[in-house]
């Protein structure tokens, strides 16, 4: 057995998970596949994000886009969102924003928008106004107000739902048949949709909750009115490899070509402008623990992907790109090193202790082999 397979076998003994499927990669190709349910589906939420972005960096690289432009001139309708400005009583008061949100802040989560698990005031906002969750999957829903003037934060929230409505508009396609005709048809991403067919379905993994009996149902909504690149992705492991080994090889997967060399490097550079990432504090604990990877390491932004600034000791290097799903699926792409790997399991809270602990011990035996 390797150190890999025994990482992920005394996890399961030991509890910290029900289940859970792993792969690695290099340049060559996969190098670590886990013992068994590779053909699992998951409910992939923020790992959407990813594609999201690469989607943006698609009519970029065709200079269709671009990162400086405000989201107001593409979207209209942005320029309506205000910025909560405080609360008299329980009511908000609200502001214009002293800054315009560009395609750039989208991507790096510098918009000013943020989810309301772990922004108190944003559950605060959503009671008074009604406002629908993101997960409704209602346009209206994406108008989640902004808790701080566009690039001044880091801020975790809908941003890359926002950003695949920009390539909706410069495109003219819908983003789920965009994404199936310029991404994963051209990777071969079989099993990845945004509406999970018959045999996706029956390979769909049972989400289990820590400290609580029995599976439960949560997933991105079916027919929704606007498909959330933020979240709305189903997937498996060998497919997430396909994109994370394109990235890995510059663009490039077995003869076919998503972006230029030139795009890649773009996509996988830090676009923070001086902002660092900001720890995720947690508003709903049985949803999410805190978020904070690496704390002792800096962190940015990348037009995709959480970037680590600096080595992690036989672990990543730095330049990684690094996120997750909400039901802890989680990956790294590390191009100094050229590897990649995911770790997904369907479990909350998100990033768990016991959980992060599995994905460290995982992370450090990818690297000793």
């Given at each position: 057995?390797?150190?890999?397979?025994?990482?992920?076998?005394?996890a399961v003994a030991d509890g910290d998970v029900t289940f859970v499927?792993?792969?690695?990669?290099?340049?060559?190709?996969?190098?670590?596949?886990?013992?068994?349910?590779?053909?699992?589906?998951?409910?992939?939420?923020?790992?959407?994000?990813?594609?999201?972005?690469?989607?943006?960096?698609?009519?970029?690289?065709?200079?269709?886009?671009?990162?400086?432009?405000?989201?107001?001139?593409?979207?209209?309708?942005?320029?309506?969102?205000?910025?909560?400005?405080?609360?008299?009583?329980?009511?908000?008061?609200?502001?214009?924003?002293?800054?315009?949100?560009?395609?750039?802040?989208?991507?790096?989560?510098?918009?000013?928008?943020?989810?309301?698990?772990?922004?108190?005031?944003?559950?605060?906002?959503?009671?008074?106004?009604?406002?629908p969750s993101v997960l409704s999957g209602t346009k209206a829903s994406?108008?989640?107000?902004?808790?701080?003037?566009?690039?001044?934060?880091?801020?975790?929230?809908?941003?890359?739902?926002?950003?695949?409505?920009?390539?909706?508009?410069?495109?003219?396609?819908?983003?789920?048949?965009?994404?199936?005709?310029?991404?994963?048809?051209?990777?071969?991403?079989?099993?990845?949709?945004?509406?999970?067919?018959?045999?996706?379905?029956?390979?769909?993994?049972?989400?289990?909750?820590?400290?609580?009996?029995?599976?439960?149902?949560?997933?991105?909504?079916?027919?929704?009115?606007?498909?959330?690149?933020?979240?709305?992705?189903?997937?498996?492991?060998?497919?997430?490899?396909?994109?994370?080994?394109?990235?890995?090889?510059?663009?490039?997967?077995?003869?076919?070509?998503?972006?230029?060399?030139?795009?890649?490097?773009?996509?996988?550079?830090?676009?923070?402008?001086?902002?660092?990432f900001q720890k995720m504090v947690t508003v709903a604990p049985p949803?999410?623990?805190?978020?904070?990877?690496?704390?002792?390491?800096?962190?940015?932004?990348?037009?995709?992907?959480?970037?680590?600034?600096?080595?992690?000791?036989?672990?990543?290097?730095?330049?990684?790109?690094?996120?997750?799903?909400?039901?802890?699926?989680?990956?790294?792409?590390?191009?100094?090193?050229?590897?990649?790997?995911?770790?997904?399991?369907?479990?909350?809270?998100?990033?768990?202790?016991?959980?992060?602990?599995?994905?460290?011990?995982?992370?450090?035996?990818?690297?000793?082999?």
């Amino acid at each position: 057995m390797s150190q890999m397979d025994d990482v992920l076998s005394r996890a399961v003994a030991d509890g910290d998970v029900t289940f859970v499927v792993a792969m690695a990669a290099n340049t060559d190709g996969i190098t670590y596949s886990g013992a068994a349910g590779e053909d699992t589906v998951f409910r992939i939420f923020s790992m959407t994000k990813g594609i999201g972005s690469l989607a943006a960096m698609i009519a970029i690289d065709r200079g269709k886009l671009d990162v400086n432009t405000p989201v107001a001139e593409i979207l209209p309708e942005f320029g309506d969102i205000q910025v909560i400005d405080r609360f008299e009583g329980d009511q908000p008061v609200m502001r214009a924003p002293k800054t315009q949100a560009t395609i750039r802040h989208l991507a790096t989560h510098t918009s000013g928008l943020e989810y309301e698990f772990w922004n108190a005031e944003m559950p605060r906002y959503m009671e008074a106004t009604g406002h629908p969750s993101v997960l409704s999957g209602t346009k209206a829903s994406l108008s989640y107000p902004m808790i701080t003037d566009p690039g001044t934060r880091w801020g975790y929230g809908p941003s890359i739902d926002w950003l695949g409505q920009v390539v909706e508009k410069i495109d003219g396609r819908r983003i789920d048949q965009y994404c199936q005709e310029e991404i994963f048809d051209p990777l071969g991403m079989t099993s990845t949709a945004f509406k999970p067919s018959a045999d996706m379905t029956a390979r769909l993994a049972d989400i289990g909750a820590r400290g609580k009996f029995g599976p439960f149902e949560l997933a991105p909504p079916p027919n929704p009115e606007v498909y959330g690149m933020g979240h709305a992705l189903y997937s498996c492991a060998p497919d997430y490899m396909r994109f994370l080994r394109m990235m890995l090889n510059g663009g490039e997967l077995d003869g076919t070509r998503l972006l230029s060399e030139g795009a890649v490097g773009t996509m996988m550079s830090d676009h923070m402008d001086g902002l660092e990432f900001q720890k995720m504090v947690t508003v709903a604990p049985p949803v999410t623990a805190d978020c904070d990877p690496f704390p002792e390491t800096r962190r940015t932004h990348s037009f995709g992907f959480l970037r680590f600034e600096e080595d992690v000791p036989g672990m990543r290097s730095a330049g990684t790109q690094s996120w997750a799903g909400v039901l802890n699926t989680h990956y790294w792409l590390d191009p100094h090193k050229g590897v990649a790997a995911v770790i997904m399991t369907q479990s909350l809270p998100f990033v768990e202790p016991r959980f992060m602990q599995v994905y460290a011990d995982y992370e450090r035996a990818v690297y000793a082999a």
